[in-house]
């Protein structure tokens, strides 16, 4: 595949003209020399290094740390293209905490056969446990990274909602520290709407989400899998960005009722648990019973509403790939609108039809895991050869509940600077959203990731992908 | 604070004081072979012996002990738990857990440290670029060092930093005079002969100690000043006082709001107490001295693990 036909943030359909978010930058761009655009590039490279801002890759133990490659030009959004996202992603997003409160005690959706019944009780993503629960502020998902692409000037799509626990923010903020150092001048010339309140913003929304009993100042910590999780860097950087105790499963036991971390001078209660481990993992004697990284009863003192923990258990029920496609059904069922994000046309393949046209059509889509992540897994259609096709057939006739499969988007491409100058390639975007219980904020732009190969659609950091800056211009 | 936290902050200042104090030693060593012709194998030997890893040597290899075969396993041998390559994987991996606790400027400068001499030690290092290397070595800790004297708030995150830095450097200085003991003292037949001279500027050399000492006693150095600098000397920033001191005062800090000094503040007085003058020290043995001090400071490790939380 090739760029054309396309649409390109910065050069539009037809590469010719510029698009008015991205007028000054341009201009900024012509008068540079392309020299000293190289030497901020690697610059910027050695500035990721030294700050250790990396990430381990699984199964690879020569290279156990890489960086992230980071693109110097920023991908650049308008006010009025950012209010209308945003007003999207609210309502998505506000809608998901209604549909996991639901899902947890009465049920009305399934009940109104708004979604099938074993759709959901058939889930491993269900945690029955969770069932009668009440999280504190009925916050479930107190951080959410929704998914977006694009694929024209009025054209954004919703590919994931990441509900679990979802990664990528620190690059987010990185990229902008890294950005603000290298190339003042840009920030001086266009109106970029600033991000560098996010740590304190969700420390205020951890906060706020504290079991209600807990007067002020709630003690919040960072639960890590450890030095050697892929995202270690970022859970250090917002614990250290947070003010608040990185903790690792074994400083942590029940102590009296409480989730208590072992401190120089003895156990100290947690209120606030912001863990970035699996529910799985997370309390050996409720869930798997073979986690080493868990908490033996957390599970027990969270029911009895003696910690909050974010994002709740059990919120994977949301951002199921098999309940994906429902989501607008889910938006209108509980706040009565018509969503104002659009989702992806997705074949579900335990629907026999649905698997027949998949299975007929399979050059031309994308087929996904319904549990999986990170692109593993995937099979992209119109980049496959006939061997793989016919493989990936096999799999789906075996466990076609496993899969769906949605068509392949035309991407968005915005400009990746290369040593021939800038080139268009595919960005997707993931903003950062915050829940608490009476608000919803949302960082103005969020993680672009783009394939640096040309004519690729996997953005993927575990599979080659970069990132770049995101702006959002203050019209 | 975690008590994890402190243990990490405990051993990260350990390893890199260790590897500051292995490229001492090895710098002490390259300057006797190149003061002196032909064999010495017998002072690599006790380089080896006061690192702590003559008989890990032996078990690993049956080399001859020479100048390249020392110098590869103290600075780059990934099975010597002391060498400065796998002190500083091990400090800068502490440091990453321990992130949190230290501003970016410290963190920056261990992780490049980490960055350039795991560079420079990736592979054999000739012993035209020895200097360099070990150099390099020096300087890189330093700067971590600098960074935590100006970044650092001095509370109790700073003091377990030093309690390690102090422990590890008591402990080197300790071993320095453990295995080179015999020279100094007053029995030692070849006493005036220029061997002494040569062995007594080792010692000095490998705690960067030649020019302090000259200030303090003059050119001729006596085998009792010695002893007194690297023993009870408290200016002279490597003797066992003046690291005894650091810490008991590291201690005590930490137990500020403790109703109950825990018992470590105990042992770390006793480091102090046995404190005597010279002539004591030498008529009831330079040897017995050092090997129970040595002892006592090992104790005094494990009981700070203990009594801070590092591990449960």
Redesign the interface.
């Known amino acids: 595949m090739d760029e054309s036909g396309y649409f390109d943030e910065m050069h539009g359909i037809d590469g010719e003209t510029t698009r008015p978010a991205y007028q000054l930058y341009n201009d900024w761009y012509k008068s540079e020399d392309a020299t000293r655009l190289r030497k901020k590039q690697k610059e910027a490279e050695r500035l990721f290094?030294?700050?250790?801002i990396t990430f381990n890759v699984y199964g690879d133990e020569k290279a156990e740390e890489r960086l992230i490659p980071f693109d110097i030009v920023p991908r650049i959004l308008s006010g009025r293209e950012w209010a209308r996202l945003s007003q999207g992603i609210r309502q998505r997003v506000g809608a998901i905490n209604a549909f996991l409160h639901d899902i947890y005690h009465k049920q009305e959706i399934l009940k109104a056969g708004r979604l099938p019944v074993d759709l959901v009780s058939n889930n491993e993503a269900f945690l029955p446990q969770m069932l009668g629960v009440n999280p504190a502020g009925k916050v479930y998902t107190h951080v959410v990274g929704i998914d977006l692409v694009r694929t024209g000037p009025d054209e954004f799509y919703v590919l994931e909602d990441n509900a679990r626990t979802p990664s990528g923010v620190s690059y987010m903020l990185e990229n902008r520290e890294t950005m603000l150092q290298m190339f003042p001048e840009l920030f001086a010339a266009n109106r970029v709407a600033p991000i560098s309140n996010y740590p304190a913003l969700l420390h205020q929304s951890l906060s706020e989400s504290a079991p209600a009993w807990i007067n002020d100042n709630p003690t919040i910590a960072l639960l890590t899998p450890g030095?050697f999780n892929s995202a270690?860097y970022e859970h250090?950087f917002l614990?250290?960005k947070m003010g608040i105790?990185?903790?690792?499963s074994?400083?942590l036991q029940v102590v009296d009722g409480r989730v208590a971390?072992?401190?120089?001078?003895?156990y100290t209660p947690i209120d606030v648990l912001y863990r970035r481990v699996d529910d799985d993992y997370l309390d050996p004697l409720n869930f798997n019973p073979e986690s080493q990284l868990g908490v033996p009863g957390i599970f027990d003192v969270y029911r009895a509403g003696g910690i909050t923990i974010a994002n709740a258990p059990g919120t994977g029920i949301a951002d199921d790939k098999a309940i994906y496609s429902y989501i607008p059904d889910i938006i209108e069922f509980y706040t009565g609108e018509k969503p104002i994000l659009k989702n992806v046309p997705t074949w579900r393949c335990s629907d026999k039809d649905s698997l027949q046209y998949v299975l007929e059509n399979l050059a031309e889509l994308v087929v996904k895991e319904v549990h999986g992540s990170g692109g593993y897994g995937m099979l992209i259609g119109p980049a496959a050869t006939r061997k793989e096709l016919e493989a990936f057939k096999r799999k789906l006739r075996a466990r076609p509940r496993n899969y769906i499969a949605q068509p392949t988007l035309s991407l968005s491409t915005v400009p990746i600077f290369t040593k021939a100058g800038l080139a268009p390639r595919h960005v997707d975007l993931r903003p950062f959203v915050l829940v608490s219980p009476n608000r919803i904020d949302i960082t103005p732009g969020g993680l672009t990731r783009v394939a640096l190969k040309k004519g690729s659609l996997v953005v993927n950091s575990s599979q080659g992908g970069g990132t770049k800056d995101t702006w959002v211009l203050e019209d | 604070?975690?008590?994890?936290?402190?243990g990490g902050l405990f051993w990260m200042f350990r390893y890199l004081e260790r590897a500051e104090n292995i490229s001492r030693l090895i710098d002490a060593g390259l300057r006797i072979s190149l003061t002196r012709s032909g064999d010495n194998q017998g002072d690599w030997n006790s380089i080896l012996k006061t690192a702590a890893v003559l008989e890990k040597f032996h078990e690993a290899y049956s080399l001859e002990i020479n100048l390249t075969s020392a110098t590869d396993w103290l600075l780059r041998d990934k099975t010597n738990p002391s060498s400065v390559l796998v002190s500083i994987e091990s400090a800068r991996?502490n440091a990453?857990?321990v992130?949190?606790a230290l501003t970016?400027e410290v963190?920056?400068a261990v992780?490049?440290a980490w960055?350039l001499i795991s560079q420079a030690l990736s592979r054999k290092v000739s012993e035209r670029d020895l200097p360099a290397v070990l150099h390099l070595i020096r300087e890189r800790v330093a700067y971590v060092r600098g960074s935590l004297h100006g970044t650092m708030l001095r509370n109790?995150i700073f003091n377990f930093a030093r309690i390690g830095t102090f422990l590890e450097r008591a402990d080197s200085t300790a071993r320095i005079l453990d295995v080179k003991y015999y020279v100094l003292l007053p029995s030692a037949s070849f006493i005036g002969s220029s061997l002494d001279n040569v062995q007594w500027s080792t010692i000095l050399r490998s705690v960067s100690g030649e020019g302090g000492f000259q200030m303090s006693y003059g050119q001729r150095p006596k085998p009792r000043e010695i002893a007194q600098f690297l023993i009870l000397d408290n200016r002279m920033p490597r003797s066992l006082t003046f690291c005894a001191n650091k810490i008991v005062s590291n201690l005590q800090y930490?137990q500020i709001d403790?109703l109950q000094a825990p018992p470590s503040s105990a042992m770390a007085n006793r480091l102090l107490l046995s404190e005597k003058n010279i002539d004591q020290i030498f008529d009831e043995g330079l040897h017995e001295y050092i090997q129970n001090f040595l002892l006592q400071s090992a104790e005094l490790a494990r009981q700070v693990e203990v009594d801070?939380?590092f591990y449960?």
Do not use: F, P, Q
């Open positions: 290094r030294l700050t250790g030095t270690y250090s614990a250290d105790e990185l903790v690792e074994h400083d971390m072992r401190t120089t001078k003895g | 604070m975690l008590g994890r936290t402190a991996s990453r857990m992130r949190t970016r963190w920056e992780n490049e960055m109790e930490l403790n801070y939380r449960r």
